[in-house]
């Protein structure tokens, strides 16, 4: 099983990105899977999570961000509209096989290598 996450790089702010997280070894469409992030010198924190149909973002890109996925692609996308600084970090998607928040790191079994995304003030 794998994930790999691409479409990261340096926008400014108020930029437009749009992360895709590609899956291959095995169909994902029945699990949820999740973005996560992580900026130098933090922990990785929840970003947004797609599963039974229902998506969840955290608070910081609520209204800014939107999780997808095409599940005849095995992908999972994550645009990121109105970028901010704040933004900065290595997002990475993930696959949850089994219960457990949505928000949690600890509750996803699968992991993408990340993509760095810098946004310049």
């Known amino acids: 099983v794998q994930l790999q996450a691409s479409g990261g790089g340096l926008v400014q702010t108020g930029d437009s990105l749009r992360l895709s997280c590609a899956a291959s070894?095995?169909?994902?469409?029945?699990?949820?899977m999740g973005w996560f992030r992580q900026a130098p010198g933090k922990e990785r924190e929840f970003v947004a999570a797609?599963?039974?149909?229902?998506?969840s973002y955290a608070d910081s890109v609520k209204g800014r961000f939107t999780i997808s996925r095409d599940n005849d692609k095995n992908t999972l996308y994550l645009q990121m509209n109105s970028l901010k600084p704040e933004d900065t970090a290595v997002y990475y998607c993930?696959?949850?096989?089994?219960?457990?928040?949505?928000?949690?790191?600890?509750?996803?079994?699968?992991w993408g290598q990340g993509t760095l995304v810098t946004v310049s003030s």
């Open positions: 070894g095995r169909a994902f469409s029945n699990f949820a």
């Open positions: 993930a696959v949850k096989l089994r219960g457990g928040s949505y928000s949690s790191p600890s509750a996803y079994d699968y």
């Open positions: 797609l599963g039974a149909g229902l998506s």
